[in-house]
């Protein structure tokens, strides 16, 4: 199938062709296809989101630019996943999903086309590598050698679901991944491979940091505004004010990681406000 897709940032169209097996399918809704730079123009890359039907629903912007290395790394070659070889293979929305999905805990499928893509193993322990040793193990990633999307059966309703062609068929949250880009841009700013990772190890620690205080606090109050928990988490923990962004996360990761009625302790004042209207 044929869309015309427009450059969100400088407003450049062109036509792309999208594998018709793309739509095919009916289990999901809105699907994210990731657009490189040099694909519509050649200076940015983004995401579109599309309906089953072809129809274009919106546009998301991807502010790191950066140029992957083709050729392979020493690493790489002993058979070790790098930031490098994770970008070529699911593109950067994709990593950005993949590490959103390890830190919130949200099953991840990918749909494949034979078993020689299936790196189970790998991927999983590069998901945990960089969590805290608590955190690892819990819902990974899962390959499925399948490419027709009606006969996936999903054990889980809340997952993210990929396809070998680096779309993004289905997403359990919202927010955008800010957090995740982020990470990586400060990660690929650094040569070194093996310090690559342990950057993003530290910058994913001091958010679960920061989300574990929140939870110990909730669990001894009733309920909490939301700017009063932003001033209490750094007036205790001695960082600057945090951002509502930021304090997304963090309650994010304690409805995931810990307890929905946890995380509904932090009320907002605006939506209480609403209600009463």
Not at 101 to 109: R, S
Not at 155 to 181: C, G, M, Q, R, Y
Not at 204 to 217: D, G, P
């Amino acid at each position: 199938m044929q869309i015309k897709v427009t450059c969100p940032i400088c407003g450049i169209e062109k036509d792309l062709n999208i594998p018709d097996v793309v739509f095919a399918q009916k289990k999901f809704g809105t699907i994210k296809i990731q657009v490189p730079q040099n694909a519509v123009c050649s200076e940015h890359q983004f995401i579109v989101f599309v309906d089953s039907k072809g129809i274009i629903r919106g546009y998301e912007k991807i502010d790191l630019q950066m140029a992957i290395p083709t050729e392979e790394t020493e690493l790489e070659k002993k058979g070790i996943l790098t930031l490098r070889k994770l970008i070529q293979m699911y593109g950067l929305y994709g990593l950005f999903s993949l590490i959103h999905a390890k830190i919130f805990n949200y099953p991840v499928y990918i749909m494949i086309n034979n078993e020689s893509e299936d790196i189970t193993d790998r991927l999983n322990k590069i998901g945990n590598s960089i969590l805290p040793n608590q955190y690892k193990g819990a819902a990974g990633v899962n390959f499925i050698l399948e490419q027709d999307y009606d006969k996936v059966k999903l054990k889980e309703k809340n997952a993210l679901v990929l396809d070998s062609h680096k779309n993004i068929l289905n997403t359990p949250w919202d927010e955008k991944l800010k957090f995740e880009e982020d990470t990586i841009q400060k990660a690929v700013e650094i040569i070194d491979e093996e310090e690559q990772l342990l950057l993003m190890q530290q910058g994913i620690a001091k958010l679960i940091n920061e989300a574990e205080y929140t939870k110990n606090l909730l669990e001894n109050i009733r309920e909490i505004y939301e700017d009063d928990l932003m001033e209490r988490i750094a007036k205790e923990m001695m960082i600057p004010k945090i951002t509502h962004y930021r304090l997304s996360l963090i309650k994010n990761f304690i409805k995931q990681r810990y307890s929905p009625n946890l995380a509904s302790k932090i009320k907002n004042k605006v939506e209480e406000f609403l209600d009463l209207l």
